[in-house]
């Protein structure tokens, strides 16, 4: 190519940057910050006296409101015919260290299909590590025209030479690296149902060329094997993390318009937030709450259902350093002065829908550490407004030498407290790192993907869907606050928003799978996985035959992050947890802390390292509670007080928590099994096992079961559930007693009480 050409087009682009930065009214300053650049480097790309970047050119147009074509070439792509682009000639839209991209009609309007020039070079080293895999939307199709190319769909790859070509769904995860010793040069055409996303297209061609790391890149280090299975992870520099500054700031100062959370409240208004939106507004809530007289190591409850400014108040607590504890609308005011008191709680930052406020207030009377108390959406005399206030405050918080980072604490949990009064998980800022797994490898979030867990922001699974893991992969996450879990109101909007991946806890796969999913496109989930209960295989079953979709499994606790699961590259078995995460070290002990054999029960513990280094998502300990500490914390293990039995494949399969484990007559039985095959009947609703004392035999089985509607709890009925359980198990393990209940006893969390059954 003519350098003179070359020259004289850097100038051309230059020109018209200056030129619209004008018309706009930007100061330099002002299009650097938008452009994620010094000032001066700034200076030197506008006045072109080095090479103009495409990332550069692409912010550019962002920021002015234009076309990238109208930067490039200095008008509006305006034919609506056909176009011809000649040999060499066209628009370089990509060219970045062993990549070169040109779009061959730049100036065809309202394309079907976007058509690329690409060439990778060889790169010696990128042949020794995983394929960068990445989605987008529509199709492509690419022909090779020289060299050799390795291509990766899901988890398919093939070698193609000159004139090979393949075409697939680019939905699927995909990428593709030069093989052969030398460049590879192709034609790759994207196709789209909608009007096509210069950008994503872009992004995509090359992200798949060569892994492109994360904004969190110096805190994770995984090894994934060619099909991108993951091998080991590791978090160097976790010392020094803070996940406000260096993944929400991080994203927002390279992507500033990125999708982080696409939200809905009660009366299904949209809002979406980039993740400088993230940003700025917990920054402002950073700096209201440091006002307010909130410090560094103070407790500050956050009641705040699935409203949007859970995301801006946490985010701000992690910045300032006060210790964010969660907690649900659905506490009375004695759970609340329970929690006041247990925790030191100082401030609140609460919802103002239904009766909350109120009950705050009425513990407030037993509760001296709580002085401050800050409502949301609604004002109420006594307690600060703050969607009012908090816009008030500076949107740019600095962060400060000594920042809270590392093994400071971030964040407090209450149990679910099956048993007894829910104790304290404290968890340190290494606690977001942890849910990278989470994210990555079991939920399968793709940073163009959209997320959508559950849960509440009351509880740890919240934490574990809609905020660390997905935002460190810097996928986004769908939010929908509903105040009534409604199946038929849900199943809608996966196709409306195009959710991709999906979480929810086995109950709520029960209310699915009870609609007539055929009604309802569920194309777009490409993954579904469940936690915070064991999952009964019939409702695996009865959703992969409904959606075609499996559900994949995981386990983990209050007190961790996922610990057990089916990860990308599991085989499924059903009914199993999956295996052991590589992040923690794994075993399972009988009741002397010696480990068991396979096939046989054993408690699911987590062993400390040689130096009594905990791994990144394990708590610490309990808040203020050594001697329940030392219950679960002791001879370098941390006892979950979960029993299970592994294959001898490596994977798990619940059993039941050690306490609920039944002694009769020799045996001890695990509840969860017999529970698992009670379901499979289609008369039964729910179902609950517990021990129920017996003079001979010391403890015996009982079921108590709650009969779907229209269902009559007859004696004959009893005996029908009996003989089945006989038939499908070891007849010992059969339910001698058996019993038709209303409803079962839960925890505020869900949870059945076996001990109230």
């Known amino acids: 190519m003519d350098t003179t050409h070359v020259n004289t087009q850097l100038l051309e682009v230059a020109f018209r940057i200056r030129e619209m930065r004008g018309i706009c009214g930007f100061s330099e300053l002002e299009m650097a910050q938008r452009t994620d650049l010094t000032l001066d480097q700034y200076r030197d790309y506008e006045a072109a006296r080095t090479d103009l970047p495409f990332t550069f050119i692409h912010k550019c147009s962002l920021a002015f409101g234009i076309g990238l074509t109208d930067l490039l070439e200095g008008h509006s792509a305006h034919l609506s015919s056909y176009t011809v682009t000649r040999r060499g000639q066209g628009q370089q839209t990509a060219k970045e260290p062993g990549i070169e991209i040109s779009n061959l009609a730049p100036f065809f309007r309202n394309k079907l299909a976007e058509p690329y020039y690409v060439t990778y070079d060889y790169d010696e080293a990128q042949q020794h590590r995983p394929i960068h895999l990445t989605t987008h939307a529509g199709q492509e199709f690419d022909i090779i025209l020289s060299g050799q190319l390795r291509v990766q769909i899901g988890e398919h790859t093939e070698i193609l030479g000159e004139g090979d070509s393949i075409l697939y769904n680019s939905s699927t995860p995909h990428g593709m690296i030069a093989v052969g010793g030398k460049p590879c040069e192709f034609c790759a055409v994207v196709i789209s149902g909608e009007k096509t996303d210069e950008k994503a297209v872009r992004q995509s061609i090359v992200q798949a060329r060569t892994s492109e790391d994360y904004v969190c890149r110096d805190f994770i280090r995984a090894v994934e094997d060619g099909q991108g299975v993951l091998q080991s992870l590791a978090f160097p520099n976790a010392d020094r993390f803070n996940f406000a500054f260096d993944c929400v700031d991080g994203i927002a100062a390279k992507y500033p318009d990125k999708l982080a959370m696409l939200h809905l409240d009660k009366d299904k208004n949209e809002r979406r937030f980039t993740f400088e939106d993230m940003s700025r507004a917990s920054s402002r809530a950073a700096n209201y709450f440091k006002a307010l007289g909130i410090r560094r190591g103070d ?34 005011d004695h759970d609340f002065s329970y929690r006041f008191n247990a925790a030191g709680i100082s401030a609140i930052v609460c919802t103002a829908d239904g009766d909350v406020a109120r009950q705050v207030e009425l513990a407030e009377k037993e509760s001296p550490s709580l002085t401050l108390k800050i409502l949301v959406g609604g004002q109420r005399e006594g307690w600060h407004d703050f969607d009012n206030e908090y816009t008030m405050y500076r949107s740019k918080y600095e962060r400060a030498e000594d920042a809270p980072c590392g093994n400071d604490l971030m964040l407090m949990f209450f149990t679910s407290g099956t048993t007894g009064y829910p104790k304290i998980a404290a968890h340190s800022y290494k606690y977001a790192l942890g849910h990278y797994i989470t994210a990555k490898y079991w939920h399968c979030v793709h940073a163009e993907g959209l997320h959508f867990t559950i849960s509440e922001t009351g509880w740890g699974k919240a934490l574990w869907g809609k905020l660390y893991g997905q935002w460190l992969c810097e996928g986004a996450i769908f939010t929908y606050d509903f105040d009534r879990f409604d199946a038929g109101d849900i199943l809608p909007m996966f196709a409306k928003y195009n959710i991709t991946t999906f979480c929810a806890p086995p109950t709520m796969y029960r209310m699915f799978i009870k609609q007539d999913l055929s009604r309802y496109d569920l194309s777009s989930i490409k993954h579904a996985t469940t936690a915070g209960e064991a999952l009964n295989p019939e409702v695996f079953r009865q959703f992969e035959a409904q959606t075609g979709l499996q559900i994949y499994e995981g386990f983990g606790q209050t007190e961790t992050t996922l610990t057990i699961g089916n990860l990308v590259g599991n085989k499924q078995k059903i009914g199993s947890m999956g295996k052991p995460i590589p992040t923690y070290d794994l075993v399972l002990v009988d009741g002397d802390g010696n480990p068991v054999a396979p096939g046989e029960n054993g408690e699911i513990c987590i062993r400390a390292d040689e130096n009594g280094e905990i791994p990144c998502g394990l708590f610490a ?60 009947l289609p008369y039964v609703l729910e179902c609950g096992v517990s021990a129920a004392p017996d003079e001979i035999r010391g403890q015996v089985v009982k079921a108590s079961i709650v009969l779907v509607p229209g269902t009559e709890g007859t004696d004959a009925l009893k005996k029908e559930i009996q003989t089945y359980v006989k038939q499908h198990t070891a007849p010992y393990k059969y339910p001698r007693i058996v019993v038709f209940r209303d409803e079962l006893p839960k925890t505020i969390s869900g949870k059945i009480m076996r001990n109230k059954l």
Do not use: C
């Not at 949007?308 to 907690?327: E, M, N, R, T």
């Not at 007080?641 to 001890?668: F, T």
């Open 299 to 332: 407790r500050v409850m956050l009641v705040l259902k699935r409203h949007y400014q859970f995301w801006f108040a946490i985010l701000g607590l992690h910045k300032l350093g006060a210790i964010a504890v969660p907690a649900t609308n659905q506490l009375q």
């Open 621 to 680: 300990g309990y808040y203020q509670e050594e001697a329940q500490t030392r219950e679960v914390w002791h001879d370098g293990l941390y006892h979950t007080r979960d029993v299970a039995w592994q294959d001898e494949d490596g994977y798990l399969w619940y059993v039941g928590r050690a306490d609920d484990v039944i002694k009769s007559s020799g045996y001890r039985i695990g509840p969860f099994e017999i529970e698992s095959v009670i379901m499979e």
